[in-house]
């Protein structure tokens, strides 16, 4: 019931914003849904990014949107948002006079490029992309190097991790998640004999399968940076890469 009385008040302040034609705060130039659709406007060439779900969160999907968080977004040029927040049930596909920027969330190079890309190309900062995206495509390609040693060996991975891992030549034989393990994954992860099992710390469900098969080096990547910042999935991707070889 509060989370209807909730959402009531909401969608009437949002309403109310709309109606008004203008708020009383400076406009933004663009914010992002969560930390990771920021991390894509840094590799697009954009600085000074503001989010609507704190970076801390451990799922920022989830996040509900308040009222406050809507007159952000109105305040702004642009918005960028992947479709899969939670925020978006109550926003929609449309918001006041701002333009929206859906882009489609992923760590592999192709996907970076293209969605940087896009996003550039609609704010007007390709140029300053191209170095931003380098930077981007020659870290994986250092722990592609890094991990050399590693190609060959057998991986059981989250299905939300896949895009990394492939990027970085392991060989993904099978896949889990997003929702919990079945009793066919729990029997493939034992008798696989895999060497690695990559699970996804923002919604991990893989403890099973490690508890099965306990020779596999059991290692957690994140998709969504921890704070926001310059070259923030760069970083990203880097800590992942180095769980693998601690």
């Not at 952000?72 to 927040?85: L, V």
């Not at 969605?115 to 722990?143: C, L, M, N």
Request: proline fraction near 3%; aromatic fraction near 6%.
């Amino acid at each position: 019931m509060k989370k209807v009385v909730s959402l009531l008040v909401i969608m009437f302040s949002l309403s109310a914003i709309f109606a008004s034609g203008k708020v009383d705060k400076k406009q933004i130039d663009v914010v992002a849904s969560t930390s990771w659709t920021a991390a894509f406007a840094d590799l697009a060439g954009i600085d000074d990014v503001e989010t609507i779900a704190p970076a801390t969160l451990r799922h920022p999907p989830e996040y509900e949107v308040t009222v406050s968080d809507i007159e952000k977004i109105t305040t702004s040029k642009f918005f960028i948002y992947a479709g899969f927040e939670r925020m978006m049930k109550t926003l929609g596909d449309a918001v006041g006079n701002t333009q929206m920027i859906k882009i489609h969330c992923n760590n592999s190079v192709e996907n970076i490029k293209t969605e940087t890309a896009k996003i550039a190309s609609s704010i007007g900062t390709t140029e300053k992309s191209k170095e931003r995206v380098e930077r981007y495509i020659k870290a994986v390609e250092d722990g592609k190097n890094k991990i050399e040693k590693l190609k060959g060996k057998k991986v059981l991975c989250n299905i939300n991790q896949i895009y990394l891992a492939k990027d970085l030549g392991l060989e993904v034989v099978a896949t889990f998640g997003p929702g919990q393990v079945t009793s066919e994954q729990i029997a493939n992860a034992k008798n696989g004999d895999y060497d690695f099992i990559i699970d996804n710390v923002h919604n991990p469900v893989g403890t099973p399968l490690s508890e099965v098969a306990p020779n596999a080096k059991y290692v957690v990547w994140r998709n969504f940076p921890e704070i926001i910042e310059k070259d923030a999935l760069t970083h990203v991707i880097q800590g992942n890469i180095n769980s693998l070889i601690k």
